[in-house]
């Protein structure tokens, strides 16, 4: 239950109770908090057994997050597939570019060596050169 809190945070919590509720009242706020505590779990253990009976065995909670729902119960994976391939393919060419925009820097570095003219290639060297907003 406060497995994220350290004992000198508890001590702590305890001394802030203790002297909010004083020693007659503590008792009994621990005792209260502790049945809400576990009406509550009852409840979200309640509320989460209806809900798996309702949506069958392979339910998560986590499954009724949105994205996740309409994956799982409203596209096959021929659907799911069908709607990632824009991306994936457009993923593919932006690599592709990166990957021609190193070897051109590459390239002109190793000319600029050879001739004698080494210039920088700083990263804002590049953005002047290539305005990938203009495209």
Do not use: C
Not at 27 to 53: C, H, Y
Not at 76 to 99: G, I, T, W, Y
Request: glycine residues 6%.
């Amino acid at each position: 239950m406060f497995e994220n809190l350290g004992w000198w945070e508890i001590i702590v919590l305890a001394l802030i109770g203790l002297f909010v509720f004083g020693p007659d009242r503590l008792p009994k706020v621990i005792g209260e908090a502790g049945r809400m505590l576990r009406t509550l779990r009852q409840m979200a253990r309640g509320a989460s057994a209806e809900l798996r009976d309702e949506l069958g065995t392979d339910f998560e909670i986590e499954d009724l997050h949105p994205k996740r729902f309409v994956r799982k119960h409203l596209l096959s994976e021929e659907d799911e597939a069908a709607l990632r391939k824009p991306l994936k393919d457009a993923m593919r060419d932006f690599e592709e570019l990166q990957h021609v925009d190193e070897v051109t820097e590459a390239y002109r570095d190793d000319g600029a060596a050879k001739n004698g003219k080494a210039h920088p290639a700083t990263p804002e060297s590049r953005a002047a050169r290539y305005d990938s907003d203009a495209t």
